[in-house]
């Protein structure tokens, strides 16, 4: 059972950039909504074009440079992981994923 255990971990490894990607961007997905409605909160008090100028500001650089760096410190932490450990927090963080994306009603 260990040689399937460390295959897995192995094939997994594999592909921790697209899964770094893939947590982070349902991550974003989730709470992107309620990023934007606090930044809208912030920025209630500064004129419309100064608060259109922060928004395409946030999204075009902010997110950009937001999930970039998410998924740096994701692959480098999970990268760090023991076979078994590693499997148990790349499914854990799906499941935990799905979970708040349902009580969240977006999916």
């Given at each position: 059972?260990?040689?399937y255990?460390?295959?897995f ?23 992107g ?25 946030l ?12 998924v ?35 999916v």
């Amino acid at each position: 059972m260990s040689v399937y255990i460390h295959q897995f971990a192995n094939y997994l490894r594999l592909h921790l950039d697209s899964i770094s990607v893939g947590l982070v961007a349902t991550l974003l997905m989730i709470y992107g909504s309620a990023i934007n409605n606090y930044f809208k909160k912030i920025t209630r008090s500064i004129p419309f074009l100064g608060r259109f100028a922060l928004f395409v500001l946030l999204c075009g650089a902010g997110y950009a440079f937001l999930s970039s760096q998410m998924v740096r410190f994701l692959k480098l932490f999970l990268r760090g992981q023991a076979d078994l450990p590693l499997i148990g927090i790349i499914a854990g963080a799906f499941i935990v994923l799905a979970y708040l994306a349902r009580s969240g009603k977006d999916v």
